[in-house]
């Protein structure tokens, strides 16, 4: 069920104007975007005007003095209402009612005590909201909006800054427009799933919250901001190196296998969905992060659907989602198996209609390439295979994933004439062992042959004593 309204006692701070710029190379989550398309994709202002957003921060527990009114706000050109705190009547604020019709004297009195009762009163108020807030004031939102990064099926993501902390992070603006009781439950979820998870290989939530508009909600999450592109856009290049599918298979698997086991089935495996920054680290070529739990269901969970339906991307849905059956966690091995032959071959495997290429599956496997090596082609094979039984757990694909990567390191130096690493300790260790054995060897000579010599000695010792 969606969550309660803000309350009136909740700390508002109004967030910078977004301007259009020239789109960075930058995503978190949410579709790729066209070059050249204006930031706000047409929902919010044209071309060179200002968007003021606005996010409510934290609650605030009891009654505190009246606040002076926030500065007129639109989105779209729309009003913005904003929460406003819990306010309590003052004596001195009483005194300026009753200073109408009193003593001049008496009321110009009230006045002047009622000025600095209010002054006080907002300084309080000021100090309230910095300490709830975490420092940030009217005049320093904590979030400054940089530029529109994507849109989703459900919200905008936009490049922002965290002024308290200095660091630049994605905001995921969720729309309102057109959503039903089911959608609202699912942003609900989507919200709640990412708070519990904690990955490396995951896009991390820092924050979420709500801002009014028109009258009603908006959600937002404050997320990781990924310096990098998305697996769509990299193949949008050509194919991708054995070596670099290895790294994104194997991390992708890794986390996949770590969401499984918290009892989670992410539903929508897709190019879009993997971000990448391509900068070497934890021994991979590139890190690889997996995004947009937009669709994602709880094992055994209620279903937000009717039956039948198809949830996921049909490009990369597994044979028991295209049937309508409830699936498990081999049906995101069966599409993690999908895009890594999309990143191997270039070009997708099923492809047509959304109809065309949900059905295809049901009618022939994919084409494993013959030129590929035999331990890829039967991971491929395996992971893509009709029967869930029979698809390897994202466990044993991570575990196969790296030592796939292993053997192309170990091949890979062997072609250059380097040694590796363990096959030259492995040598060093056995010259000395041989060392050692022929120095013990010469040793036991040596006194072997002394102690031959010392009993011919006493041999001819003793004849020549007998002798006389």
Not at 43 to 61: D, K, N, W, Y
Not at 179 to 190: L, S
Not at 368 to 383: C, F, I, K, N
Request: charged share 20%; with cysteine.
């Amino acid at each position: 069920m969606p969550e309660s309204p803000v309350t009136p006692g909740a700390a508002v701070a109004s967030a910078q104007a977004v301007r259009t710029a020239p789109t960075p190379q930058t995503l978190s989550e949410g579709r790729p975007r066209n070059e050249g398309r204006p930031l706000h994709e047409g929902r919010l202002s044209p071309v060179g005007s200002h968007v003021q957003l606005a996010t409510s921060l934290f609650e605030h527990e009891g009654p505190v003095a009246p606040a002076p009114a926030p500065a007129a706000e639109t989105i779209d050109g729309t009003p913005v209402t904003w929460p406003r705190r819990n306010s309590a009547l003052t004596p001195a604020a009483s005194g300026l009612a009753s200073a109408e019709t009193a003593d001049p004297a008496d009321a110009a009195e009230a006045a002047a005590a009622a000025a600095a009762a209010a002054a006080a009163a907002a300084a309080a108020a000021a100090d309230a909201a910095a300490a709830v807030t975490g420092g940030a004031s009217a005049k320093r939102p904590r979030y400054e909006f940089v530029a529109h990064l994507g849109s989703g099926g459900m919200a905008d993501v936009y490049r922002a800054r965290d002024t308290e902390l200095g660091r630049e992070v994605a905001i995921k603006l969720f729309r309102d427009d057109g959503m039903t009781e089911a959608d609202v439950q699912r942003r609900e979820r989507e919200i709640r799933l990412l708070s519990r998870l904690n990955h490396i290989g995951l896009v991390a939530m820092h924050d979420a919250g709500r801002l009014l508009h028109e009258g009603r909600e908006r959600r937002y999450l404050v997320m990781e901001l990924v310096e990098g592109r998305s697996l769509a856009h990299r193949l949008a290049d050509g194919p991708m190196k054995q070596r670099q599918v290895a790294d994104v298979g194997a991390q992708m698997a890794d986390v996949l296998s770590y969401v499984h086991s918290r009892s989670v089935i992410h539903r929508d495996i897709k190019p879009e969905n993997i971000l990448m920054t391509e900068t070497p680290t934890f021994g991979y070529t590139l890190i690889a992060k997996l995004a947009d739990f937009g669709v994602a269901h709880f094992t055994g969970g209620t279903r937000l659907t009717s039956d039948g339906t198809i949830m996921g991307t049909a490009a990369y849905i597994s044979p028991e989602q295209a049937r309508g059956e409830e699936v498990g966690p081999p049906s995101d091995v069966y599409s993690l198996g999908l895009v890594l032959l999309e990143a191997l071959r270039g070009e997708r495997e099923y492809t047509g209609t959304p109809i065309e290429a949900a059905l295809a599956r049901l009618h022939r496997p994919p084409t494993v390439p013959d030129d590929l090596p035999a331990e890829w082609r039967a991971l491929l094979a395996a992971m893509t295979a009709d029967d869930p039984d029979v698809r390897p757990t994202a466990h044993d694909v991570a575990a196969t994933m790296r030592d796939t990567i292993r053997a192309m390191i170990m091949d890979s130096r062997g072609r250059r004439g380097i040694i590796p690493f363990g096959r030259r300790a492995a040598a060093a260790a056995h010259a000395r062992r041989t060392r050692v054995r022929v120095l013990l060897g010469t040793v036991v000579a040596v006194l072997g042959t002394v102690g031959v010599c010392i009993a011919v000695t006493l041999g001819l010792a003793a004849g020549g004593a007998l002798a006389l």
